[in-house]
T-cell receptor
Framework: NAGVMQNPRHLVRRRGQEARLRCSPM?????VYWYRQLPEEGLKFMVY????????ESGMPKERFSAEFPKEGPSILRIQQVVRGDSAAYFC?????????????FGDGTRLSIL | SQQGEEDPQALSIQEGENATMNCSYK?????LQWYRQNSGRGLVHLIL?????REKHSGRLRVTLDTSKKSSSLLITASRAADTASYFC?????????FGQGTRLTINP
């Protein structure tokens, strides 16, 4: 059973471009979470999705950022018109049910660098 | 603001010694989880302790939870070089996990 798969592992964009980060959850997991991590810091929650629905997006900036988890295919975190401050590692996690009683399974992240 | 705060921020010990990390949080929780992160990798779940539990063991790991003090501790016994990593506590509310800043543990051979 493959783990959480994120791609690409590294992504370089110039200011103003778009970044698309993909996450395929573990098989059978319908709950997906996106986190952002700056060097030497903890993970900051961005958004929680359950197949086709956004459950909680309280940690995601209202402008330029969007997330989706379609019925078929991976979850996508999209950052439009990237700025230098978007440089970070973005992690995706999945679980079979919500966070209330379940550990989360993490991918190895996408490291986004903005030139 | 972050729910969990780990202490110490960094810990360096000799192989074979025990390592203790602490986590404090602010609001009520359903459970508290500990994760490990190796450099350049994602987080790996170590142990989950529910709010009605006081202590839990898994191999060389021992986790305690004191809900009256809103604190938890992670003890790693007989440390090994491979235990070198960052360790994070995360508190679970109704919908999501909130992570602390982490403790960077270095095991010296």
């Amino acid at each position: 059973n493959a783990g959480v798969m994120q791609n690409p592992r590294h992504l370089v964009r110039r200011r103003g471009q778009e970044a698309r980060l993909r996450c395929s959850p573990m098989k059978g997991h319908s709950h997906v979470y996106w986190y952002r991590q700056l060097p030497e810091e903890g993970l900051k929650f961005m958004v929680y999705l359950q197949k086709e629905n956004i459950i909680d997006e309280s940690g995601m900036p209202k402008e330029r950022f969007s997330a989706e988890f379609p019925k078929e295919g991976p979850s996508i975190l999209r950052i439009q018109q990237v700025v230098r401050g978007d440089s970070a590692a973005y992690f995706c996690a999945s679980s079979p049910r919500g966070a209330r009683d379940q550990p989360q399974h993490f991918g190895d992240g996408t490291r986004l660098s903005i030139l | 603001s972050q729910q969990g705060e780990e202490d110490p921020q960094a810990l360096s010990i000799q192989e074979g010694e025990n390592a203790t990390m602490n986590c404090s949080y602010k609001t009520s929780i359903n459970n508290l989880q500990w994760y490990r992160q190796n450099s350049g990798r994602g987080l790996v779940h170590l142990i989950l302790i529910r709010s009605n539990e006081r202590e839990k063991h898994s191999g060389r790991l021992r986790v305690t939870l004191d809900t009256s003090k809103k604190s938890s501790s992670l003890l790693i016994t007989a440390s090994r070089a491979a235990d070198t990593a960052s360790y994070f506590c995360a508190t679970a509310g109704a919908q999501k996990l909130v992570f602390g800043q982490g403790t960077r543990l270095t095991i010296n051979p």
